[in-house]
């Protein structure tokens, strides 16, 4: 998004100061995120991403103060308007919640009531709000409808709700959220549930709202994508932290965090030709909140590790990054990094497990149990084209595997030592044994 970001001489809309949230279990305490910063100002749209449970969620449900049973903030401050949530009463809360802040969820049906016509729900909020008349509701509800870009908003007033499609639906739970006129909508993967071309129009919507209603908004998607599309600044989460933060073009152009460089390098972006521009996946496993690592976080996956000085058992700060007092990094070796080296060849191009042979899975599973942090798979779409199988290479391993034979139920691999260059040829099943035997274990 190349608008520029908003003043920021004015009172944040949203502050997450030191934030860290846990959920209670019967096995105890799940810090799922820990010291976590955000500064939202009027009319700016926030970015939040990362892999799959590294707390983005948590975040979005601590600012609703919804975290459910088990989930508690525990440490930090949470200020909405420069007012700490977390001394305001229940009544007060939820009265923020119905009037200043809307969240919409990845499901649009788990916002809707399926045994209510669309126009009787979306009408209740000014009803609810404004205390206008049921008409009147009735009108401003339809408008909302076609600043959503639905056509015909009177036939959907009129539907229930699986009488439209997925994509008119997440437009309906978007028009209810902003029928209380927001000032921070929260947006938690709204668009996952959707195919891709409905995606783009919510998308695009999205990007109108934030123009034209002044909205100050919390993005939340695993699709890097689109957040760069949509908004002024991002943070990159990495198992409960914030690892990076800052304006989305200093972010994308002189990111400072190993792991953002890895997420950016393995996730398409728009418009991007997946073969001009390989996906690299970031070798290894992202830790559950009870197994991180000393020290950082990203240690076991990230390629500029320092042995002594990563795995310090001491909590790494975010840090900001000298001449910009927008961008932080959690990253102790940010100023040693060259950032315009070529990522390092020990990360391979992983196009998509799509069409590779059970054989070849099964091979990557054997790879990865096996080197950990370094099983990979080199798929080079070029080579693999009309040859049917992909080559498969090994990082952390002296021997590169290249799976033979042109019919899927030829399920040999070649294997060729790294360093002399000499190959044999074993049946699929007996890498790991071969393996082991060659590694001396
Ligand atoms: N109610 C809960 N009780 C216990 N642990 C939970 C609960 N909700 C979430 N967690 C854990 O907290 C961590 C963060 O989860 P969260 O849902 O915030 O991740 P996320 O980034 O939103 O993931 P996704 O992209 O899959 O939606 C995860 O380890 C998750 O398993
Ligand atoms: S602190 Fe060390 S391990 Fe962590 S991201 Fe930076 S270089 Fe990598
Ligand atoms: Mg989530």
């Known amino acids: 998004m190349t608008d520029q970001t908003p003043a920021t001489d004015q009172v944040p809309v949203l502050e997450c100061r030191n934030l860290s949230i846990s959920y209670f279990t019967r096995s105890g305490e799940i810090p799922a995120v820990v010291d976590f910063n955000l500064k939202l100002m009027p009319g700016e749209a926030h970015g939040i991403v990362g892999e799959s449970g590294c707390g983005k969620s948590t975040v979005a449900l601590a600012i609703m103060q919804y975290l459910g049973q088990n989930g508690r903030i525990v440490g930090g401050?949470?200020?909405?308007?420069?007012?700490?949530?977390?001394?305001?009463?229940?009544?007060?809360?939820?009265?923020?919640?119905?009037?200043?802040?809307?969240?919409?969820?990845?499901?649009p049906m788990a916002s809707l009531n399926p045994a209510m016509k669309i126009g009787e729900q979306l009408a209740e909020v000014p009803i609810y709000h404004d205390g206008i008349s049921k008409a009147d509701a009735h009108a401003r509800a339809a408008e909302m409808l076609s600043n959503v870009n639905l056509p015909d908003p009177r036939r959907i007033m009129d539907a229930y709700p699986h009488q439209i499609s997925g994509g008119q639906q997440q437009r309906v739970v978007i028009a209810m959220a902003l029928l209380s006129n927001p000032r921070l909508l929260l947006l938690d993967e709204p668009t996952t549930a959707l195919d891709v071309t409905v995606e783009a129009g919510i998308v695009e919507l999205i990007k109108e709202i934030s123009a034209k209603f002044g909205t100050s908004m919390i993005y939340i998607s695993h699709n890097l994508g689109l957040i760069l599309e949509t908004c002024h600044r991002i943070t990159v989460m990495y198992s409960g932290e914030a690892v990076e933060v800052g304006d989305i073009e200093t972010v994308f152009n002189n990111m400072r965090?190993?792991?953002?460089?890895g997420l950016f390098a393995s996730i398409p972006l728009p418009g991007a030709d997946k073969n001009a521009r390989p996906l690299v996946a970031i070798p290894?496993?992202?830790?559950?909140?009870h197994e991180r690592p000393p020290g950082c976080n990203f240690g076991p996956r990230c390629d500029y590790f320092e042995e002594g000085r990563c795995n310090q058992d001491i909590a790494i700060p975010m840090e900001q990054?000298?001449?910009d007092d927008r961008h932080f990094t959690r990253c102790l070796r940010y100023k040693e990094i060259?950032?315009?080296a070529p990522i390092k060849a020990a990360v391979y191009p992983l196009v998509n497990k799509d069409g590779m042979p059970e054989a070849a899975e099964a091979l990557h599973e054997t790879l990865l149990k096996r080197f950990g942090r370094s099983g990979m798979i080199e798929y080079d779409p070029k080579q693999s084209i009309g040859k049917r199988y992909p080559r498969m290479d090994e990082a952390g391993c002296?021997?590169?595997?290249?799976?033979?034979?042109?019919?899927?139920?030829?399920?040999?691999?070649t294997v060729r030592h790294r360093d002399t260059q000499e190959q044999e040829r074993i049946s699929i099943d007996s890498v790991p044994n071969w393996l082991g035997e060659r590694l001396g274990e």
């Not at 965090?257 to 460089?261: A, L, Q």
């Not at 021997?399 to 030829?410: A, K, M, R, V, Y």
Request: net charge negative.
């Open 284 to 289: 290894g496993n992202f830790p559950l909140p």
């Open 321 to 323: 990054i000298a001449g």
């Open 398 to 413: 002296p021997f590169c595997f290249t799976i033979d034979g042109d019919t899927l139920s030829d399920q040999t691999v």
């Open 257 to 261: 965090h190993p792991y953002t460089r």
């Open 338 to 340: 060259d950032w315009h």
């Open 77 to 107: 401050e949470l200020l909405f308007d420069g007012r700490d949530m977390r001394t305001m009463s229940g009544e007060e809360l939820r009265n923020l919640r119905g009037s200043k802040i809307a969240m919409v969820y990845q499901e």
